[in-house]
T-cell receptor
Framework: DTAVSQTPKYLVTQMGNDKSIKCEQN?????MYWYKQDSKKFLKIMFS???????INETVPNRFSPKSPDKAHLNLHINSLELGDSAVYFC????????????FGPGTRLLVL | DQQVKQNSPSLSVQEGRISILNCDYT??????FLWYKKYPAEGPTFLIS?????DKNEDGRFTVFLNKSAKHLSLHIVPSQPGDSAVYFC????????????FGQGTELSVKP
């Protein structure tokens, strides 16, 4: 009965590949987020969707494209992976647009070789 | 430009004593503050929050204090327990930012038996 789940948990891939990370929440929330935790441990928001509508889009390379098929899912597709994309990616969700109490998934550890 | 700062990367406390984790912010538009706890290889877990209209919020062993004039908040854990050993992140949000959380870099708390 995991609240926010992400797959895969670990992802090791070569530079130049395209990969996707999936996120699902069963909390009934209508807003979902992607955060990136870099090597310096900073957690930074990348995107946010509310009811499948993009509401936050930080300065992220175009190679990153979020997709929300429904309000319970928010996937992250990354094209042409680069070494600097290596990080931990966290999905989160909250109830209501602008509701700051967010619940996080376990993270996806991406390593680009 | 780091708007939320946790200047102590680590803190070690004896079991049963008080743990005090500090956080400073620079953006006066922040009106909601949260603390998250993170164990290794897991996602951040929401701990406690405080609105800018308050100066204190308490939940069991955890109390958050907000000093708006100093742009400073702190998390007190009393009494500290070995299970509290984790990384603690301070986060802040402004009302008009669609739920965007700005995180500090975290403080690793170690509670020794």
């Amino acid at each position: 009965d995991t609240a926010v789940s992400q797959t895969p948990k670990y992802l090791v891939t070569q530079m130049g590949n395209d990969k996707s990370i999936k996120c699902e929440q069963n909390l009934g929330h209508d807003t979902m987020y992607w955060y990136k935790q870099d090597s310096k441990k900073f957690l930074k928001i990348m995107f946010s969707y509310n009811n499948k509508e993009l509401i936050i889009n930080e300065t992220v390379p175009n190679r990153f494209s979020p997709k929300s098929p429904d309000k319970a899912h928010l996937n992250l597709h990354i094209n042409s992976l680069e070494l600097g994309d290596s990080a931990v990616y966290f999905c989160a969700s909250s109830q209501g647009r602008g509701q700051v109490t967010q619940y996080f998934g376990p993270g996806t550890r991406l390593l680009v070789l | 430009d780091q708007q939320v700062k946790q200047n102590s990367p680590s803190l070690s406390v004896q079991e049963g004593r008080i743990s005090i984790l500090n956080c400073d912010y620079t953006n006066s538009m922040f009106d909601y503050f949260l603390w998250y706890k993170k164990y290794p290889a897991e996602g951040p877990t929401f701990l406690i929050s405080i609105s800018s209209i308050k100066d204190k919020n308490e939940d069991g062993r955890f109390t958050v204090f907000l000093n708006k004039s100093a742009k400073h908040l702190s998390l007190h854990i009393v009494p500290s327990q070995p299970g509290d050993s984790a990384v603690y992140f301070c986060a802040a949000s402004a009302n008009n930012q669609g739920g965007k959380l700005i995180f500090g870099q975290g403080t690793e708390l170690s509670v020794k038996p």
